[in-house]
């Protein structure tokens, strides 16, 4: 048959992911071992250690890729590798491991965008999805407004001139004493659910500047005002808390939740009044990073995206936070256009990337 067959590889922050994914879009394999362990000891990202971690793991978690897809890596067709943005010394493991495979089995290579990754993989879960669309690619390190006008054409409508909000959902989370094994952001969305969200008041950020970019460190500032008010200690875990200290630490998260969404809310709304100027055929707005995951920011965009005349797309919070399928699957993209580079040398330094 004519379908070809790409792995995808994804190294740029604290994930270590590998999918393989075929040209009609079946996810033939999708593995991501995560150094939440290391994050949660820590309590952020280090970038020498954040390597050591990836460099551990990827031979492993490619084998795991190849493997669950009943394949070698002669059944590829070419392989797609996350070049940036993101730790340097993170990509390079990735980038080094897909130069080896390629070159060692004369594949093709293409080097991704990590955020374009994000925004082109709701292509492959609504196959509906059709440029121009406009997306909200909201992570831990960006907060992003574009309109994808085609392949490779995205003109950027909106960024943070501080923190992404999933910084400031981590930062709270830590703040609240929430349990750090996992993300911030899953452990405010169960905890907020607790909570009253207008008993604390929070001011929506930037509500001056009539454009669509975003800011959360005055929120981040705010909040932690908040907890230091409430005299709410980190150092004492949720889960020994006493009730009303619970619910004090509920009605932040809640609060918080709340404003950090409206705020996101505002600038869509803003962003498609901007892009239909731009391209009046846009029927989607594309919703898509790890912070897209949470139900509540989906159910509030779905109400602003739907009173404007467009539909919501949003991909399986699996797909929402880093993997390698996104990345596989902008490779499809990037191929089917002939946009590829030929197979590095088989034989090339250790060092050479
Ligand atoms: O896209 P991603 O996996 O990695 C980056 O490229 O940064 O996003 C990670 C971010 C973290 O800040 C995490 O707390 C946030 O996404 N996140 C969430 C949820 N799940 C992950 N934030 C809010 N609610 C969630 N359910
Ligand atoms: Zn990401």
């Not at 890596?73 to 010394?89: C, N, Q, R, W």
């Not at 707005?285 to 739907?306: F, P, W």
């Not at 399986?316 to 256009?337: K, Q, S, Y």
């Amino acid at each position: 048959n004519s379908y070809f067959t790409i792995l995808g590889i994804e190294t740029s922050c604290d994930d270590t992911a590998a999918a393989i994914v075929r040209s009609n879009g079946e996810i033939l394999s999708h593995v991501v071992s995560s150094q939440a362990d290391l994050l949660a000891k820590y309590g952020g990202v280090a970038p020498k250690m954040a390597e050591e971690a990836h460099s551990q793991v990827i031979n492993q978690v490619v084998q795991e890729a190849l493997d669950k897809a009943c394949m070698t890596e002669k059944d590829l067709t070419a392989v797609a590798v996350t070049i940036g943005p993101g730790l340097s010394l993170c990509l390079r493991v990735g980038v080094q491991k897909a130069r080896q495979i390629a070159g060692s089995f004369n594949l093709p290579i293409m080097g991704i965008h990590h955020m374009e990754a994000h925004a082109l993989v709701a292509r492959l879960t609504e196959k509906d999805l059709q440029f121009p669309f406009i997306a909200l690619l909201i992570s831990g390190g960006h907060n992003l407004l574009i309109l994808a006008r085609d392949l490779g054409q995205y003109v950027q409508l909106g960024t943070t001139i501080d923190d992404a909000i999933g910084e400031a959902y981590d930062k709270t989370a830590k703040w609240l004493g929430l349990d750090m094994r996992r993300s911030g952001g899953p452990a405010i969305e169960e905890l907020a659910k607790e909570g009253n969200a207008k008993s604390v008041n929070f001011s929506v950020p930037m509500k001056q500047h009539k454009d669509c970019n975003f800011s959360y460190a005055g929120l981040k500032t705010q909040v932690r005002l908040a907890i230091e008010s409430k005299k709410i200690d980190a150092k004492i875990p949720i889960s020994s808390a006493c009730i009303e200290d619970r619910l004090a630490r509920a009605d932040i998260a809640a609060a918080f939740q709340r404003i950090a969404v409206l705020h996101l809310e505002e600038r869509c709304e803003r962003a498609i009044q901007w892009a239909l100027k731009m391209e009046p055929s846009i029927r989607h707005l594309v919703i898509s990073g790890g912070v897209a995951s949470n139900q509540y920011v989906r159910s509030r965009l779905d109400m602003v995206v739907k009173k404007n005349g467009l539909q919501l797309v949003c991909p399986p919070p699996r797909l929402c936070t880093d993997n390698g399928v996104m990345v596989a699957w902008t490779g499809i993209e990037h191929f089917r256009m002939g946009r590829y580079d030929p197979p590095p040398p088989a034989e090339e330094p250790e060092d050479f990337v």
